[in-house]
């Protein structure tokens, strides 16, 4: 039976793609080795579109409306200019109302854009310029740690890793919060109110990394301007053993957080990066694995979410749970050295 993966991996190479959401300029070169500040590509586009039905106006036909129009594609056009003007001694005008560019003619319309918006595309890692996608940005290769997460607030940055768990399930609080972890991303493992989050804000910090939160915060931690990567899901869950050694260890590193919202139809899911010196090139992590004997896993669901374990030996067929139901399952020993058998479907391979 085929299992997903949850990345939790001290060293490996990680590709990652990072792409404008329109058409752009690319201004990063093949082979350019980037920062995680660095700008690879800029975009501007309107924030604003404006038809003018000019034969609707002039009280004419498409193709002798567009015979009247004065303007053509690509044009910038003043506040208040006039682009067709009707016939008859008292002719009516068609006047543009603001500043605008003219993106289409045709069909006795106009289609004007204003308002223009630049946005600049950030590395948001560091690595090697391994492809460029022509408009659209490149793909970035490095090879270091990654730890994926369970939810993010959509944000990413770029800091030095703060250990603030002393333990799995230490919870942070304001009082914790000073002015010496300005500019850091903080490693925690629970936060129970707003304040905690508003306070990191104040400092301000680079990212938070947190084994759970109370669902209560989520419409607050969506608002934070610095990225939140769950580790393990909602409520006072304490961080996984694995991904806790991984962070810990590597506290005082640089790491980026992409706390992107998972996406089960991309793949895509929020993750902590931390770039490490290779000698050699290391394999890249597979999204897919077959349960076997010997694999560590973690659970997928309560009441043991989150909790670490290693497959002693799967059974054949389908077997009945206490339950009632039928399912394929697994014998789990847990950290703690308890045994269980666990349905496949309630976990995932970490590795």
């Not at 309107?46 to 129009?69: G, K, Q, T, W, Y």
């Not at 594609?73 to 109302?97: C, E, F, N, S, Y």
């Not at 690595?127 to 970035?140: A, H, L, M, N, S």
């Not at 703060?162 to 919870?171: F, H, R, W």
Request: charged share 20%.
């Amino acid at each position: 039976m085929l299992a997903a993966v949850h990345h939790i991996i001290p060293l490996t190479t990680i590709v990652r793609e990072r792409l404008l959401p329109v058409k752009g300029k690319v201004l990063a070169r093949l082979n350019q080795k980037v920062s995680p500040t660095d700008i690879v590509a800029e975009a501007a586009w309107a924030r604003e579109h404006i038809l003018l039905d000019v034969a609707r106006i002039l009280n004419l036909s498409a193709d002798a409306a567009d015979r009247l129009i004065r303007c053509k594609v690509g044009d910038r056009l003043p506040a208040g200019a006039v682009i067709a003007t009707g016939r008859g001694l008292l002719p009516k005008m068609v006047k543009v109302p603001r500043e605008t560019r003219v993106t289409a003619s045709g069909g006795g319309q106009v289609l004007l854009e204003a308002g223009e918006s630049r946005m600049e595309l950030r590395a948001g890692i560091s690595g090697i310029v391994v492809q460029i996608i022509p408009d659209r940005g490149v793909v970035i290769q490095t090879s270091g740690a990654l730890i994926q997460g369970v939810w993010g607030n959509g944000r990413v940055d770029t800091g030095v890793m703060i250990n603030l768990a002393e333990k799995p399930d230490t919870v942070l609080t304001e009082g914790r919060l000073d002015v010496s972890f300005r500019g850091s991303v903080i490693i925690a493992a629970q936060a129970r109110d707003v304040e905690t989050l508003q306070a990191a804000a104040e400092l301000p910090v680079r990212g938070l990394i947190l084994a759970s939160l109370f669902p209560s915060l989520l419409p607050a931690a969506r608002e934070m301007r610095y990225p939140i990567v769950l580790t393990d899901g909602f409520g006072s869950m304490p961080m996984n053993s694995a991904a806790y050694r991984l962070l810990t260890t590597n506290a005082k590193r640089e790491a980026t957080l992409n706390a992107e919202v998972y996406d089960r139809y991309s793949g895509a899911r929020p993750e902590v990066i931390i770039p490490l010196p290779v000698s050699s090139e290391q394999a890249s992590p597979r999204d897919v694995e077959t349960f076997a004997a010997g694999q560590t896993v973690r659970m997928r669901r309560p009441p043991m979410a989150g909790t670490i374990g290693t497959v002693l030996a799967l059974h054949p067929g389908l077997t009945t749970l206490p339950g009632g139901l039928r399912a394929v399952c697994a014998n789990i020993k847990f950290e703690n050295g308890e045994q269980a058998l666990v349905p496949l479907v309630n976990l995932e391979v970490v590795g």
